[in-house]
């Protein structure tokens, strides 16, 4: 048996625990009326969650739970048990056992647990769903409801079939793919809305970058290109500042050695200038002067005395002269002259003073005599000889005056020599310092092109990036020529210009920006993919399982058929029924009052699957179910009951006085369905009727005392048919 036991507690009447053992294929619970017998099969839909309160004969939660008598207590919650044997694993789970139980509480929550554990309604729903045990309770047949089916809308009326033949799982497999379609598409229609709503500013972005990366580029040549100009202009900074340098160096140095050499020179010349042979010539001139006045008085007097002695001899030539007198003042004069070579000039003259006084005296003592002739000639000897030798002085002091005047010509040239050198060390020097004072003006200019060297850099680095600042490592393949390099400086000023231009040079944001904004779309797009190829997915599966619930249905449907014109033919001695599928136009919002007549607009139509029952009774133009009297309504309930049942069979049935309104014969016939079913489902019957009682194999009989309080016990066929009056 699959259905073990059913304990409540607290439920309803059932105000104390208490169970029911199911141990055979039919259990029949008796009772007097308004004992409790159908709180038992309420139970059983309650503990398998049901949750329309309608179906429990309830309003709210609360109304499930023992309100108390005179005698007993309200209760402070509601539960039941039943308890399953899964050996054959009919429930999806890996127990032998399997117990479900449900709990309502006062305010109304509810509890569910799986062999002790809190579960979830839906995994309750699941795991009955998988042993047939549907939601629609098909196999829980409550009192009066037997004819439920009946009465059920078309559509409800699929529905219930489809429950009753374990195709439920399809169709919650289908709905839960219909949701997740529509959640996908709803998805779908976001992430599309997404990236339209996106897609304008990406646009906008990639332009952006676009621009950005020509800027790139146009940024990264710029940089190779400065990097060389910078190299170049570094090197040419540098050689020049050397050659700056160097050159004043050894310019200072030969100035340094200009100037000193113009100072010894002007030393030289200043010396010079104290020269003492002017002084000297003018003094050799002065003597030479003196000496040719002194020359002209002896030759004046040697021609005076060449005079007296011809005056003389022509007086002797009437007058004698004494010739030893003569001959002596010769010698006299011979001996002055020898003393006048040997002494001074003023003894020369001595001599001669002497020599004239001593002539006159031989004059005066001879006059007009030869003597004196003598004495004459003596004198003008010694006037000769006087001459004579101031001739030689003279030629003396002219060589020396010449001597000297030569070597004052010779020392003035050599003057002029140290001159015209000083002139030109001064020109040097001035050329020196020229050339230096240039040179500082290089320097300076070196300086402010260094200074605009490093504006340069300072202006380049922001917009180009630091990286210009290596341009050291750049390679130069060669030197330019300054003006080419300053062509080339203004080449890069104007692709400066321009790149400032863009105004998008180290725009990392608007990079990153893009990439994020890049990334956010292609994961839409992915996700478009995805949720496009999951629709997909989901519309062939639906389709599938539309087939698949199709071909099920159909099947499933011809079985009942067969099933249910044997049991209406069992039950009304012939006849025919069947059901039929059909499509009906309903409506998609609830109607309103007084609108059932009223033709459907088009937006409100909707076409369903529905199923319909043809029937025909023996000997009766009965087509329709409105038709049918209370029992033949029964009997048509029963045998689709029964029919549904055999082809699908659940694990077990309840069936809540489904027979009440049958005649002798048909409970009759009902019991033996009964018995028949029961080889395939087990059955949980409640009944009034001895017949169907009889094929109980344990009878439960209900009774409730004056506590209100509903109580069970076992019971034999006859006490069951007295407990049951
Ligand atoms: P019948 O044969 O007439 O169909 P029955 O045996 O099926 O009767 P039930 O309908 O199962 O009887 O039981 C109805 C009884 O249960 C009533 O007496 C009612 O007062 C009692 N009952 C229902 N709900 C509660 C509750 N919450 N607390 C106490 N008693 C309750």
């Known amino acids: 048996m699959l259905l073990k036991r059913l304990e409540v507690s607290g439920f309803k009447s059932f105000a104390k625990k208490t169970s029911f053992d199911f141990d055979t294929p039919v259990v029949a619970i008796v009772g007097p009326n308004g004992s409790g017998k159908s709180n038992v099969a309420e139970s059983i839909r309650f503990v398998l969650g049901e949750q329309s309160m309608k179906s429990l004969r309830s309003k709210r939660g609360e109304d499930l739970i023992w309100n108390g008598s005179t005698a007993v207590p309200r ?11 899964n050996a054959s694993r009919f429930l999806n789970i890996d127990f032998d056992e399997v117990s479900v139980e449900r709990t309502v509480h006062r305010d ?24 047939n045990i549907g939601q629609s309770g098909h196999h829980i047949i409550s009192q009066g409801e037997a004819d439920k089916i009946l009465s059920a809308s078309v559509r409800d009326r699929r529905e219930m079939l489809e429950d009753a033949l374990g195709l439920k799982v399809y169709q919650y497999k289908k709905d839960e793919s219909v949701r997740k379609l529509e959640k996908t598409d709803e998805n779908l229609r976001q992430v599309e809305a997404l990236r339209r709503e996106i897609a304008p500013h990406l646009r906008f972005l990639k332009k952006q970058v676009e621009k950005l990366e020509k800027a790139e580029e146009m940024r990264s040549a710029a940089v190779e290109r400065y990097k060389v100009y910078f190299k170049r202009e570094d090197d040419y900074l540098t050689r020049a500042a050397q050659r700056i340098g160097t050159e004043r160096a050894q310019r200072e140095a030969e100035l340094s050695d200009i100037a000193a050499r113009v100072q010894d020179a002007k030393r030289v010349l200043a010396s010079a200038s104290e020269d003492t042979r002017a002084t000297r010539i003018i003094e050799l001139s002065r003597e030479l002067d003196a000496v040719r006045g002194k020359r002209a008085e002896a030759t004046r007097k040697a021609s005076r005395l060449q ?22 003042l010769a010698d006299e004069g011979a001996r002055a002259t020898e003393s006048l070579r040997s002494g001074t000039l003023e003894g020369a003259l001595d001599f001669l003073t002497t020599f004239i006084g001593k002539l006159r005296a031989l004059t005066q003592s001879v006059s007009s005599s030869d003597s004196d002739i003598v004495e004459l000639k003596a004198q003008l000897q010694a006037a000769l000889q006087e001459e004579e030798y101031l001739a030689g002085l003279e030629s003396q002091h002219a060589a020396g005056l010449d001597a000297i005047r030569a070597e004052l010509e010779s020392a003035r040239a050599e003057e002029r020599e140290k001159e015209r050198a000083l002139f030109e060390l001064t020109t040097l020097e001035r050329e020196a310092r020229h050339q230096i004072s240039q040179l500082s003006g290089e320097r300076e200019r070196l300086r402010l092109e260094e200074e605009e060297f490093k504006r340069e850099l300072a202006e380049a680095a922001p917009l180009l990036g630091r ?44 990079l990153k920006e893009y990439k994020e904004a890049a990334e956010r779309d292609a994961f839409l797009e992915k996700e478009t993919g995805d949720l496009t190829a999951a629709a997909a997915q ?50 998609t919002r609830p109607e309103l009052e007084g609108e059932a007549e009223q033709p459907l607009d088009e937006a409100e139509r909707q076409v369903v699957d529905g199923i319909d029952i043809a029937l025909t009774i023996p000997r009766k133009r009965i087509k329709s179910l409105v038709m049918l009297s209370g029992g033949e309504r029964a009997l048509t309930s029963i045998a689709l009951i029964f029919a549904m049942s055999s082809v699908n069979p659940p694990p077990f049935v309840v069936l809540d006085e489904t027979d009440a309104a049958l005649d002798e014969a048909n409970s009759k016939r009902y019991a033996d369905m009964v018995k028949a079913l029961s080889d395939k489902s087990q059955l949980v019957v409640i009944t009034h009727n001895r017949e169907t009682m009889s094929r109980a194999g344990i009878l439960y009989g209900v009774t409730m005392g004056g506590d209100g309080v509903s109580k069970v016990l076992s019971v034999k066929l006859e006490e069951a048919v007295q407990v049951a009056k």
Do not use: C, W
């Open 538 to 587: 989901l519309r062939q599966l639906i389709v599938e399982l539309d087939t698949e619930l199709s071909k099920r249905f159909d099947e499933g449907l011809a079985a009942i058929n067969t099933e249910f014109t044997k049991f209406f033919g069992l039950l009304f001695d012939g006849g025919m029924a069947s059901l039929v599928r059909m499509k009906e136009e309903v409506r």
């Open 467 to 510: 990286e210009i600042l290596s341009y050291a490592t750049a390679h130069v393949p060669n030197e330019l020529p300054r003006e080419e390099q300053e062509r080339e400086k203004r080449d890069l000023e104007k692709i400066k210009i321009r790149l400032e231009e863009t105004g998008l040079v180290g725009s990392d944001d608007v």
């Open 75 to 85: 209760a402070g919650r509601a539960s039941a048990s039943i308890v399953f044997d």
């Open 108 to 131: 109304g929550i509810n509890e569910y647990r799986l062999n002790g554990s809190v579960v979830r309604l839906k995994d309750i729903h699941e795991l009955m769903a998988g042993a």
């Open 307 to 328: 005079g007296e002695i011809q005056a003389l001899q022509r007086i002797t030539e009437r007058a004698s002269v004494n010739a030893t007198e003569v001959t002596h």
